[in-house]
């Protein structure tokens, strides 16, 4: 494959890197992987400012996955989360590019705290893995009792390094730190850069590259938005009513787990749906006819998950639907990505219960704009945002107690000019306060006097 400046074939990667990368759907470097994978791969300690969904994992893992020599048994990487979320998150990025790699025997553990101790160290007594992914409290736990050994380490990642700061694991990250070699490359990613995370950069990194990564991630302007809150309606018959109203093109629905993918699927099935699915349990054989399938538009609606629909690089996908908020906000950008590409238009719409505002609130910060949305009589039709609703809870909450009762009293009796009426009843409560706050001023000051 000839070089290209926006193509990972620019880092000089093995070509077993870079066909694992084209199978999971990465064909173009983010701005941080574009500034940071040369640092790593030449082996440069590096620091990188970073929000969610700039696609600061990837940026480690490849450069990670080029340098790592499979036939050496032993721990060569360690990562450090401060949650087990993020693990299971990062360990699951990995997974994915050791099988596209098809380096099966390599090794990832995932070792964090609330899991069974007891077998992660049996595991370690049978061997060393290659990769370790984990909070920092646990892997300290299983350096001291000696049953994970870091003398072969070559790269350490602390990720969210202000989070595991404010958290106080990062005494535990300097433990396990300070068990590696002295020629260790430390690679450190932190949304912030508090000053009490320096003298850590400063004990253990050699003239590292610092990076700010832009905060926003890059969503082609191409791409419609929208937000569909689920409140208590079955995901399963809101899906059913998109797709009727849509008729789209070429429709992928993501779903989070393997579990939910085979439900969704058969349920649509059953609907009348011809459905294509892609997930972990679709034996190779058969995702490959599938995805012949697909590429051949046999299929009008196709359900995934993340991992396994990465590799779908279809022209022509006119729809994506999240059943959900993806756990990985990065997965957002990268589903959202299949549409809307080659300046052709395209529509995202994500299902959220009230459990996933929080969520949908990370993608926004991430520089999405949603477009809040709603079924009504077979139809999308606009709807006010959650924001909206919050700001008239949070006015309301604000009014005197006697004022509340009014404006309900208000709103039940419409008559012209009474918007106008609550308005100078509510200046003129407010002048009363004032006056009075202001009299008891004047008796304080004479009191003292």
Do not use: C, W
């Not at 302007?221 to 309606?233: H, P, R």
Request: aromatic share 6%.
């Amino acid at each position: 494959m000839p070089e290209r400046s926006n193509h990972f074939s620019q880092f000089q990667l093995k070509p077993a890197v870079i066909t694992a990368l084209s199978r999971i759907g990465f064909f173009e470097p983010t701005p941080v992987q574009a500034k940071l994978i040369p640092a790593i791969l030449s082996g440069q300690d590096v620091v990188g400012q970073s929000q969610t969904g700039s696609g600061k994992t990837h940026t480690f893992l490849i450069p990670i996955f080029n340098q790592l020599v499979p036939d050496v048994h032993q721990t060569q990487v360690v990562i450090t989360t401060p949650s087990r979320e993020l693990a299971s998150q990062i360990t699951r990025a990995a997974q994915q590019l050791r099988d596209q790699m098809g380096l099966e025997n390599v090794t990832i553990a995932e070792l964090v705290g609330g899991t069974d101790k007891q077998r992660q160290l049996h595991h370690l007594e049978k061997g060393q893995p290659q990769i370790v992914i984990g909070t920092p409290g646990r892997i300290k736990d299983l350096v001291s009792s000696q049953a994970l050994r870091l003398k072969d380490v070559r790269t350490l990642v602390v990720d969210e390094a202000d989070m595991t700061l404010d958290m106080g694991f990062l005494n535990e990250v300097d433990y396990v730190a300070a068990a590696m070699p002295k020629d260790l490359q430390t690679l450190v990613f932190s949304a912030t850069m508090p000053e009490k995370l320096k003298p850590f950069l400063k004990k253990y990194l050699h003239q590292p590259r610092f990076e700010t990564i832009p905060t926003t991630a890059v969503i082609a302007d191409t791409i419609e938005n929208i937000d569909l809150a689920t409140k208590s309606q079955d995901k399963d018959r809101v899906i059913q009513s998109l797709l009727k109203i849509l008729n789209p093109y070429l429709a992928l629905v993501f779903t989070n787990t393997k579990e939910r993918a085979k439900e969704l699927a058969a349920y649509l099935r059953d609907q009348g749906f011809k459905v294509a699915e892609i997930h972990g349990d679709i034996p190779p054989r058969e995702r490959r006819r599938v995805m012949k399938a697909i590429q051949n538009l046999d299929y009008q609606y196709v359900v995934a998950t993340d991992l396994a629909a990465r590799g779908i690089d279809i022209e022509g996908v006119s729809h994506v639907i999240n059943d959900g908020v993806p756990r990985d906000e990065e997965f957002f950008v990268h589903r959202v990505g299949r549409t809307g590409r080659n300046g052709m238009s395209g529509t995202a719409i994500t299902l959220y219960g009230p459990d996933e505002e929080a969520q949908i609130n990370q993608i926004e910060q991430m520089g999405v704009e949603f477009k809040p949305m709603k079924i009504q009589q077979g139809q999308l039709v606009p709807v006010k945002g959650r924001h909206a609703r919050h700001q008239r809870v949070a006015t309301t909450n604000r009014l005197e107690p006697n004022m509340i009762g009014m404006v309900k009293k208000k709103k039940k009796v419409v008559k012209p000019g009474y918007k106008r009426q609550i308005k100078n009843a509510l200046k003129r409560e407010r002048q009363k306060n004032n006056r009075i706050a202001q009299r008891e001023a004047r008796r304080n000051t004479q009191k003292k006097r």
